[in-house]
């Protein structure tokens, strides 16, 4: 794919969503933090519903904290993984009182230091809560991406990688969430919905579907 032909496909997707943000429910940058480290394997959907009875009860490092990985597990325990992430959810929460007074740290290293929290949630949180034009690649960007051929890679981080060569630097803030979308609601897995997409045209996808 051409340099022209991407630029036109991120201002479609500018013009039609011009101030896009994560469809997960946060009031705080720390509520961010957990709604993305929950949202691994599960849906924003599931994330939201557990977090909208967790957020009243505790959301903050401390109360979260003082819940105990047992009495967080009440809350998420809808989500997938949730054993596994409540162990890393509380470790998370102590580590920020310990070593960054409560706060979340505007930084890659030491976000990634987090339990539960790898590049793709690093990358997330930078985004979304500080602005940051990073853009984090989860298993539907990477699917567009190989799909359209916008942006081809092996892997989650070969197409990070790419993406950041190829995306001009006054679209690198919302790219990540206009791929999430596209992703999310057009150009799914099983059967993508070719026919009612925006950038259908300039997608190089050879085996398009139209219903």
Sequence with gaps: MNKQKRIEILTRLRNNNPHPTTELNFSSVFELLIAVILSAQATDKGVNKATAKLYPIANTPQAIFDLGVDGLKHYI???????SKAENIIK???ILLEK???????????LEALPGV??????????????WPTIAVDTHIFRVCN?????????????EEKLNKVVP????????????????????ARKPRC??????????????VYE
């Design 169 to 188: 630097a006054e679209f690198k803030v919302d790219a990540h969430h206009w791929f999430i979308l596209l992703g999310r609601y057009t150009c799914i």
């Design 100 to 110: 960054h007074n409560g706060d979340v740290p505007e930084d890659r290293a030491a």
């Design 147 to 159: 799909r359209t051929k916008f942006a081809t890679g092996k892997n989650v981080v070969e197409v």
């Design 92 to 94: 998370t929460c102590q």
């Design 195 to 208: 026919g009612s997409c925006l950038i259908e045209d300039l997608c190089e996808y050879k085996d398009k």
């Design 77 to 83: 325990k809808t989500i997938g993984l949730y054993n």
């Design 118 to 131: 790898g590049r793709k949630t690093a990358n997330v949180v930078l985004n979304t809560a500080f602005g």
